[in-house]
């Protein structure tokens, strides 16, 4: 699917978010790299346009996971919510990403350049408290889907490493959290394509 598809589905899905900020983050949203950006460097998404269309598929799985685990009145209900969660997520990505030329052997055994996505981040800040904190300069979220962008990273999240259980209890207090996490973790790995 193309970029603008999921482009177009990203701004039909936030324009369920109502909460007061929301249009200014908007606004900043596209004075930057969002639409264009990768997901990543080399796992999933690592492609132009690999963010916005990994934030679109996790809402996907996301808000399916949330009607099987909870029902369908509970995404009725909370659907501003789910949308902020998977939506913004990874907005700690936007303008981390650039491209570089590397040497790479050819089929031939020539050198040629070829480009390639780096990473540089402007505000090394950390990653889910990092969009946390973006999106905090914007929009009020609730303590849940503070948890839920804070720790989506799960297990892969470098703040783990201190032998505490910080983690499990936000999991165990915030079960959308871990829910979320799972959400992302699956489309990461079962509907994203990498790039070789």
């Avoid at 269309?53 to 996790?58: D, G, P």
């Avoid at 902020?84 to 981390?96: E, G, R, W």
Wanted: hydrophobic content about 40%; glycine content about 6%.
């Amino acid at each position: 699917m193309a970029i603008a598809n999921f482009e177009k589905q990203f701004r039909e899905i936030y324009a369920q978010i109502k909460r007061e900020g929301a249009s200014e983050l908007l606004k900043y949203i596209e004075t930057t790299d969002f639409f264009r950006a990768p997901a990543s460097t080399k796992f999933h998404g690592n492609m132009a346009g690999g963010l916005v269309e990994h934030c679109v598929r996790v809402y996907n799985r996301f808000y399916k996971m949330c009607e099987s685990e909870y029902g369908a009145e509970y995404v009725k209900k909370n659907a501003e919510s789910i949308a902020v969660i998977a939506l913004l997520h990874d907005i700690c990505k936007v303008n981390c990403y650039h491209v570089e030329q590397r040497n790479v052997k050819n089929d031939k055994g020539a050198w040629e350049q070829k480009p390639f996505f780096a990473f540089n981040d402007p505000l090394p800040y950390g990653h889910g408290e990092k969009s946390v904190y973006v999106i905090g300069g914007f929009l009020r979220l609730s303590r849940e889907e503070a948890m839920c962008i804070n720790w989506h990273m799960g297990g892969f999240d470098a703040r783990n490493l201190d032998g505490k259980y910080t983690i499990a209890n936000a999991f165990q207090m915030f079960p959308l959290a871990l829910l979320f996490h799972c959400a992302d973790l699956l489309t990461s790995y079962l509907d994203e394509k990498i790039i070789k």
